[in-house]
Each structure stands twice: as C-alpha cells, then as structure tokens.
C-alpha cells in the first residue's frame, strides 16, 4: 500500500512538473495564455499539492517510527515523493517571489562590487507588461461576470497569483543580471530559471554578434553551442577555452564550448571581458554581425 502511494505521489507530481513547465515557458516566450487555462491549471495544482501533502506526511511518520530524526524524516519523505523537477520548481516559483522583495527595494542579486551587471530585459520587457496588462484585464472581467460568491473568490485568488507570477519571472530577471567579474568570470542567468558560472581565465574570445536562434530560451546543439536567449536573439558570443557544465531548469545536466548570449549593451559586455583576460594573450577577432 505504501509502494502504490508512494508511486501515486510521483506521478502526481510529475504531471504538476510538465504542467507548470508548460505554464512558464509559454509565459518566457511571451504567449498568452488563456485565462480560463490558468484557472483549471492552478485548481489542478492545488489538487495534487493537497493529495501529495497526505503522501508525505505518511511517509514522514513511517521514517520516524523507523527511528529517524524529525529533519531526516521530513527530507527522506520529500525525496521519496516529490521528483526532483518538481523540488526545482518550487525552488525556482520561491525564488522568483523573492525577486519582486528585491525589485521594490531596487537590490539586485549576487554583483559583487567591481563587477559589471549587463541587463538582458530589453526585448522581453514590453511584452511582460503586456501580459500583466491583459491578465488584469481578464480578472476585472471575470469578477464582473462570475455570480457564485465561492468561485468568484476562488478565481480571482488564483488570477491574482497568475498575475503575481508573472511580475515574478520578469522581476527575476531584472534583479539577476548577466556578471562580469573584474577578473573576467563571467555569470549567465535567466532569472531563477537558469545560472551557469565561467571561471576566470576560461575565456578565450568574446565578440558582439546578433544572431536569431530557434527554439526556447535555453538550447545547446550537437557541436555544444549553448544559446541563452532572450526576445528570439543573442548579442554576445563567447568561445571557451574548454568545455564548461551548466545545469538546465529542471536538473539535466550538460556541457558547452561556446556560449552565445543576449545583453542589452553588449558592447560593454565584451569590453569587460576582455579587460579581464589575462595579459600576453591573443587579442579576440573583431566584431561581427550574424544570423542563424
């Protein structure tokens, strides 16, 4: 009984992964969801969460009455439930309502003194603000037309939080920019979603080059070319002097030799990593323009 719960747990809890994946990356792309969608998705969330809390709760008691300690207990309860993708997206929605705290407060995250914050907001920043728009829009109408009191309250809970989300993933962004360290690390995030560290000195040439990648916002090809991209572009390409591990949104891991970026000014990105090159090297080729 408790394997058929536990197993029960996991696939709960996977199609919650898949559905708030699919919620945050139409969201990243800037396609508008219905609100009617958000509405069923997150009742259904709230659903899972609810029967999945009953799951890790008996876990729990099980591990104590096993002899565990009560932080053990809860911690081997919650990996025996919860998938991993499922613990990162918690992780990811808790850090982006932390990213708005930052944002009112005008605090970025993580730029030590010295180093460079290079933006990337620009070409997503209209369209976030867009959606906010409609989506409060969508809930003054729905609270309008909507005559039973329970749902109405109900719906417009959930439209608020949609609402919230949204300012949260963009708010992420804007408080989690792209580092340059004074030494020539370089930093590449997209909001709480994505965080990939280059060491100093593994740069080996940075140009500005625009290029229009296909795809979402995080790919890598066969060659290991990661593309970080924002609004449908890049403006940065940086060739490494080897390989270097990232880790994508829900946990796969994988590796790169060339890392193309977008940054609002990138001209002032690549001049900071090559002011961070070690002395004696090879000066990088000369800017160019590209298309994919």
């Given at each position: 009984?408790?394997?058929?719960?536990?197993?029960?747990?996991?696939?709960?809890?996977?199609?919650?992964?898949?559905?708030?994946?699919?919620?945050?990356?139409?969201?990243?792309?800037?396609?508008?969801?219905?609100?009617a969608v958000l509405v069923v998705?997150?009742?259904?969330?709230?659903?899972?969460?609810?029967?999945?809390?009953?799951?890790?709760?008996?876990?729990?008691?099980?591990?104590?009455?096993?002899?565990?300690?009560?932080?053990?207990?809860?911690?081997?309860?919650?990996?025996?439930?919860?998938?991993?993708?499922?613990?990162?997206?918690?992780?990811?929605?808790?850090?982006?309502?932390?990213?708005?705290?930052?944002?009112?407060?005008?605090?970025?995250?993580?730029?030590?003194?010295?180093?460079?914050?290079?933006?990337?907001?620009?070409?997503?920043?209209?369209?976030?603000?867009?959606?906010?728009?409609?989506?409060?829009?969508?809930?003054?109408?729905?609270?309008?037309?909507?005559?039973?009191?329970?749902?109405?309250?109900?719906?417009?809970?959930?439209?608020?939080?949609?609402?919230?989300?949204?300012?949260?993933?963009?708010?992420?962004?804007?408080?989690?920019?792209?580092?340059?360290?004074?030494?020539?690390?370089?930093?590449?995030?997209?909001?709480?979603?994505?965080?990939?560290?280059?060491?100093?000195?593994?740069?080996?040439?940075?140009?500005?080059?625009?290029?229009?990648?296909?795809?979402?916002?995080?790919?890598?090809?066969?060659?290991?070319?990661?593309?970080?991209?924002?609004?449908?572009?890049?403006?940065?390409?940086?060739?490494?002097?080897?390989?270097?591990?990232?880790?994508?949104?829900?946990?796969?891991?994988?590796?790169?030799r060339t890392v193309r970026f977008?940054?609002?000014?990138?001209?002032?990105?690549?001049?900071?990593?090559?002011?961070?090159?070690?002395?004696?090297?090879?000066?990088?080729?000369?800017?160019?323009?590209?298309?994919?």
């Amino acid at each position: 009984m408790r394997g058929t719960g536990t197993r029960v747990a996991r696939w709960g809890f996977g199609a919650l992964a898949v559905a708030e994946v699919t919620l945050l990356a139409c969201l990243a792309a800037g396609v508008r969801v219905p609100g009617a969608v958000l509405v069923v998705a997150e009742v259904l969330v709230a659903t899972v969460v609810g029967v999945e809390c009953v799951a890790v709760e008996r876990l729990r008691r099980a591990s104590r009455r096993a002899g565990a300690g009560r932080r053990e207990a809860l911690g081997t309860a919650l990996r025996t439930a919860v998938p991993e993708r499922v613990r990162r997206l918690v992780g990811h929605e808790a850090r982006a309502l932390h990213s708005l705290v930052l944002w009112v407060s005008r605090r970025r995250h993580a730029v030590p003194e010295g180093a460079l914050a290079v933006a990337y907001t620009g070409p997503q920043t209209a369209m976030m603000y867009g959606l906010v728009f409609v989506a409060v829009v969508e809930t003054a109408v729905l609270a309008l037309v909507i005559p039973w009191p329970v749902v109405h309250a109900a719906v417009l809970v959930l439209d608020v939080y949609g609402v919230v989300l949204v300012l949260a993933l963009h708010a992420s962004c804007v408080t989690r920019p792209h580092v340059v360290g004074a030494d020539g690390a370089l930093r590449l995030r997209y909001g709480v979603l994505f965080d990939l560290r280059v060491p100093a000195g593994a740069v080996e040439t940075a140009r500005v080059e625009r290029r229009f990648p296909d795809g979402g916002p995080v790919r890598v090809d066969a060659e290991g070319v990661l593309d970080l991209v924002v609004g449908g572009q890049t403006t940065v390409t940086v060739e490494l002097a080897g390989p270097v591990e990232f880790v994508r949104p829900l946990g796969k891991r994988g590796s790169a030799r060339t890392v193309r970026f977008h940054a609002d000014d990138p001209g002032a990105a690549v001049a900071a990593l090559r002011r961070g090159r070690a002395p004696g090297e090879a000066s990088p080729p000369p800017d160019r323009a590209g298309r994919a």
